[in-house]
Nanobody
Framework: QLQASGGGLVQAGGSLRLSCAAS????????MGWIRQAPGKEREFVAV????????YYADSVKGRFTISRDNAKNTVYLQMNSLKPEDAAVYYC???????????????WGQGTLVTVSS
């Protein structure tokens, strides 16, 4: 089970840190990703991190502003979001996959999502 938190209302240029806590003993066996969905739009890949945390990949739209990280001892993955823009507003989902992928359809388990609102 994945539980995302940390969303909220922030002004453009501000920062938020999302967290996603996983239950179970197999967290470190999964690649973890963050995917977002804005109203009326399809789900969009944001970032992915390998099982060990040694490799990360970002969507071009967030590269240089967002940082994904994980703490396997705490069964938690994070998304630090800086320099937020109005177009970053969306429901953010954490998800787990058995493979390293940017394709949202290849994620096996999903959290419930946390809402990020960015005011201009």
């Amino acid at each position: 089970q994945l539980q995302a938190s940390g969303g909220g209302l922030v002004q453009a240029g501000g920062s938020l840190r999302l967290s996603c806590a996983a239950s179970g003993r197999t967290f470190s066996s999964y690649t973890m990703g963050w995917i977002r969905q804005a109203p009326g739009k399809e789900r969009e890949f944001v970032a992915v991190i390998t099982r060990s945390g040694g490799s990360k990949y970002y969507a071009d739209s967030v590269k240089g502003r967002f940082t994904i990280s994980r703490d396997n001892a705490k069964n938690t993955v994070y998304l630090q979001m800086n320099s937020l823009k109005p177009e970053d507003a969306a429901v953010y989902y954490c998800a787990a996959a058995r493979i390293y992928s940017v394709r949202t359809g290849e994620y096996d388990y999903w959290g419930q999502g946390t809402l990020v609102t960015v005011s201009s």
